[in-house]
């Protein structure tokens, strides 16, 4: 990629919205349109264009390729998790009611875990595909 | 608190294995937790036979939202019986697949090999469990990602290739299931395996429930092999690596199955499958034709594992025909032939993967005279051979004795004439890997080969002599396939 200044600026000012809105759309999923997919996507947008405008070696100083499968791996654990910490407080398999004091903030807190570990999940796999394409040597 | 969650906890422990299996990054690691869990799974699915075996439902509501709205899972006699199938396999499988994997793969590459059979073993256990026909789907898709990405692992680069046609035609079955839930969920409004059956009687005669019926037999048929729709399956079974061969072969074609009896006399009921939409004119045929092609094309293959992915056709054929005789019996043979074709072919693709791993590989030229450097291994595959092939005393006898008993009730003469056909000609394909390999001469440049350390031979020999157990010691499977039986033909019980 020759450096294109224009990219370059405008990549740079566009980027840290795109990783807030993701942000936004991973909280706010309970309450309104969004969740832990469409924000892991947005997210893992945010860095392509960064590995877009800046080159491929930036980005992965940025986010070491090592990193991303075990992070795949901790998002799925996180939701799986929060199953089985509601089974060990005595309910069904994802029973967010028994992880508060009432069933309405344990659900609360059950859904926003485990749409962060949706979002984690779908981030990290969407960077490890485009890594593994942009990487290839052969 | 376990006992209540046990439903859950069979899918649940290898799902959340998986990520643990990448999380260790070390082969040795990955392969002791998955060995863990899938004896755990084991333990799991003989507790849940256990509290079924008088006939009794369990019911497990995830998130505890009761069906029909949420999802249900289900252990009945007939879901318990195939998990036992599959988890039985998985737990031999897995603890053999530390010696074999080992020389088969690079070591970057193994956790991820054991965090995939992980999520292939949960996925086909919920298949089984679910009673919520959508969860059927995603769970469809976890088993059959992770299958394409276990047979691109294998050591030949040709496994890319067979991975890839396996990927469009698998994914092409799973759309089909997909197009005909989507149908079915416009008709009735629900996903529920036990709620569509109390809607889908009064829709009898509906042209969009027989497109329904149509998309989710052609889609699962798709999955299961059934003839002519079997062309991904040779190279899939070939060129994957020998222990994912072996657990493929033995649970993959035999859950799909499982999906498509849930349906026919489940779901869709014995009335509807067989007097409005005729299953058998299709299944008959096409199960006839699935044993005698697939047995013929397997006698002219070049290598071992070609030659009992193609018997694996012919095998799925006699259960397709045992469904189509719309008979207890033919039902019974079915059932029976789901748990003993496992065994068979679990215990014949783990002696062949202890061949690929002394030898490398597994054409019938490299196997001359190996018999004598290996005689326990080649004891092994004959047993389990003469298993395939039906010799009383083991248990491939055992489901075509129940298969011809279904045929004579219905006075079929032609078709006992050909099961006999059709194990004669699984003589002649057995006969030739056994011909070369006790009688051939040792090619005189051949590096000298030692018997298989018995981290593979005693996994192997375990099955084998399962073989021997349940064809000999037959109350236990020839009891539960003929309750389930005669449970699901219920009280259309004889010919509808």
Request: net charge neutral.
């Amino acid at each position: 990629m020759n450096d294109d200044i224009v990219l370059t600026v405008i990549g740079k000012l566009l980027i840290p919205f795109i990783l807030l809105f993701a942000l936004y759309v991973q909280f706010h999923g309970d309450f309104g349109p969004g969740g832990g997919f469409q924000a892991g996507v947005l997210f893992a947008a945010g860095i392509i264009l960064y590995a877009l405008t800046n080159g491929t070696a930036a980005a992965m100083r940025l986010i070491p390729p090592g990193l991303l499968a075990p992070l795949a791996a901790l998002g799925v654990l996180l939701y799986g998790g929060v199953g089985v910490a509601t089974m060990l407080l005595g309910r069904h398999f994802l029973n967010y009611s028994v992880l508060a004091q009432d069933a309405v903030h344990g659900q609360h807190y059950g859904i926003l875990l485990i749409e962060l570990g949706v979002g984690i999940t779908v981030a990290a796999v969407m960077l490890l595909i485009f890594f593994a394409f942009t990487s290839r040597e052969d | 608190m376990i006992a209540e969650n046990l439903p859950a906890l069979l899918v649940v422990m290898p799902l959340l294995g998986a990520p643990l299996c990448i999380l260790l990054a070390r082969g040795r690691w990955a392969w002791l937790l998955a060995t863990l869990i899938s004896w755990a799974v084991l333990a799991t699915s003989i507790a849940l036979l256990w509290q079924v075996r008088e006939g009794a439902e369990l019911h497990y509501a995830f998130g505890d939202w009761e069906p029909p709205w949420g999802i249900d899972y289900v252990v009945d006699r007939l879901a318990a019986y195939v998990l036992l199938i599959v988890s039985l396999i998985g737990a031999v499988v897995v603890p053999y697949a530390g010696r074999s994997v080992s020389t088969e793969l690079p070591s970057r590459l193994q956790a991820l090999f054991y965090a995939l059979l992980l999520l292939c073993l949960a996925g086909l256990l919920g298949i089984v469990i679910t009673g919520d026909a959508f969860n059927l789907f995603v769970l469809l898709e976890i088993s059959s990602l992770a299958t394409y990405s276990l047979i691109a692992l294998g050591r030949d680069r040709r496994a890319l290739t067979a991975a890839y046609q396996y990927l469009i035609m698998g994914t092409i079955g799973a759309t089909f299931y997909l197009i005909g839930i989507g149908l079915l969920y416009m008709l009735t409004g629900t996903l529920n395996m036990a709620d569509l059956s109390e809607r889908v009687p009064a829709l009898t005669g509906s042209s969009t429930l027989h497109t329904a019926f149509a998309f989710i037999t052609v889609g699962l048929a798709l999955k299961l092999a059934m003839f002519p729709l079997h062309l991904w399956l040779p190279n899939a079974y070939a060129f994957a690596p020998s222990v994912v061969s072996a657990f493929l072969a033995a649970t993959a074609t035999k859950v799909a199955l499982y999906a498509m009896i849930r349906f026919i006399y489940s779901v869709f009921g014995v009335e509807f499958t067989f007097t409005e939409m005729h299953i058998q004119a299709l299944l008959l045929p096409l199960g006839i034709a699935g044993v005698l092609i697939g047995s013929v094309v397997a006698v002219f293959q070049h290598g071992v594992k070609r030659i009992h992915a193609y018997s694996s056709v012919a095998q799925i054929g006699y259960m397709l025909i045992g469904i189509g005789l719309m008979s207890v019996t033919g039902l019974t043979a079915t059932l029976l032939h789901l748990f003993n074709h496992a065994l068979m072919k679990a215990a014949l693709f783990l002696a062949i993967g202890i061949l690929s791993f002394r030898l490398g590989d597994t054409c019938l030229r490299s196997l001359s005279g190996i018999a004598r450097e290996m005689p326990w291994t080649m004891a092994a595959f004959v047993v389990s051979g003469l298993s395939l092939i039906g010799v009383p005393g083991t248990v491939g006898f055992v489901s075509k004795w129940y298969l011809i008993l279904g045929a004579l009730e219905q006075g079929w003469w032609p078709l006992v004439a050909l099961v006999i056909l059709a194990s004669l000609i699984a003589v002649l394909y057995m006969g030739r890997v056994i011909e070369v390999a006790y009688f051939g001469q040792r090619p005189d440049d051949a590096p000298p080969v030692r018997e298989a350390p018995l981290a593979l031979l005693v996994p192997t020999w375990i099955m084998v002599a399962a073989n021997l157990y349940f064809g000999i010691e037959t109350s236990v499977t020839v009891g539960l396939a003929s309750e389930i039986a005669t449970g699901l033909m219920g009280t259309a019980a004889g010919t509808p």
